[in-house]
Each structure stands twice: as C-alpha cells, then as structure tokens.
C-alpha cells in the first residue's frame, strides 16, 4: 500500500508563491512516476505536471508552463510543486498521484494512488 499526503495548500493573493509537497510513504519513492493534477470548484479534474522516477523528465500543462515546477527528493520520499505568479485561475484543490513505474504520462488514469488533496486559494 501506497500513501500519499499533500500539504503547503493556502490562501494567497494574485501574483504570490507557494510551494505544495506530497510526502510517500509505504513503498520505494524512486520506484514511482508522480503527477500533479487539480480541481476546481464545478469543474473536471485536471492535469498540472508530472515527473518520472528520477526527476530528469517532466511535464506540464500549457496553463502553467513558465509558471510551475515539478521536482522530486527521492531521499526524502516527497515531490514538490512550486507554484509562482499565481492567478486567480490556480485556485483548486491540488492532488498528487502515483504510479509504480519509471514513466510519467499525463493521463489521470495511469496514476494508482491518490492523495487527499490540498486546498490552494488565490484572491485577485
């Protein structure tokens, strides 16, 4: 079993940064490829960026290119995602997921394990 805790969420203002982590515990953290999806409020689940098992491939959605960076520790068992210049728009709940494997993929699907979830709110 896999266990995943995401924390760093908050409320910020339009144009501020904040850094969410995602800690793994239960099985090897460099066995697995992790992701960064979000959810607004009446919205669909989405994806924000995604990063393999050693950190050297990532990738991102268009509306956070330039913006967010994914990376991971795998000594510390925890990925981050370092969110600058943020706009109203980010405002979401932020999961991380996991997928045993080397390869990250962009798909919600691919991605076995879930966190709870962490809130983040930017006022304009």
């Known amino acids: 079993q896999v266990q995943l805790v995401e924390s760093g969420g908050g409320l910020v203002q339009a144009g501020d940064s904040l850094r969410l982590s995602c800690a793994a515990s239960?099985?090897?953290?460099?066995?697995?490829?992790m992701c960064w999806f979000r959810q607004a409020p009446g919205k669909e689940r989405e994806f924000v960026a995604a990063?393999?098992?050693?950190?050297?491939?990532?990738y991102y959605a268009d509306s956070v290119k330039g913006r967010f960076t994914i990376s991971r520790d795998n000594a510390k068992n925890t990925m981050y995602l370092q969110m600058n210049s943020l706009d109203a728009e980010d405002t979401a709940v932020y999961y991380c997921?996991?997928?045993?494997?080397?390869?990250?993929?962009?798909?919600?699907?691919?991605?076995?394990?879930w966190g709870q979830g962490t809130q983040v709110t930017v006022s304009s």
């Open positions: 990063i393999n098992w050693s950190g050297d491939t990532t």
């Open positions: 239960g099985r090897t953290f460099s066995s697995f490829a």
């Open positions: 997921g996991a997928v045993i494997g080397f390869i990250a993929t962009m798909r919600e699907q691919s991605y076995s394990y």
